[in-house]
């Protein structure tokens, strides 16, 4: 998740809640690093094959994976490494941005 994909989903939250009438609102690079300051938001650089992985195609396999897993109860899966908790982490963000 970028800090321009922050910026233009507050843009529409801002939009959505007041209409035009802040439309002279400037979300700017300070704003953004504010923001992130109060909700304790990081950056962290991907190293090795967490680095190499293409988040379209995550997406395009989400569908085909969901449908695999509906053949099971959910308390048959598992996941047992902290890569799984770091995945899960990023969709709640985009889900949460996207919404």
């Known amino acids: 998740m970028t800090g321009e ?15 035009d009438a802040n439309s002279e609102f400037n979300f700017s690079i300070g704003w953004l690093e504010r923001f992130k300051a109060r909700l304790e ?20 396999a989400l569908p085909q994976i969901r449908a695999k897993l509906e053949n099971f109860d959910w308390k048959d899966i598992y996941n047992m490494d902290d890569i799984g908790l770091f995945y899960h982490l990023q969709i709640l963000f985009i889900s949460l941005m996207l919404e």
């Open 5 to 19: 994909m922050i910026q233009t989903k507050a843009k529409e939250f801002l939009k959505k809640m007041y209409g």
């Open 41 to 60: 938001i990081n950056s962290y650089r991907r190293f090795g094959e967490s680095g190499l992985i293409v988040v379209e195609n995550i997406e395009d």
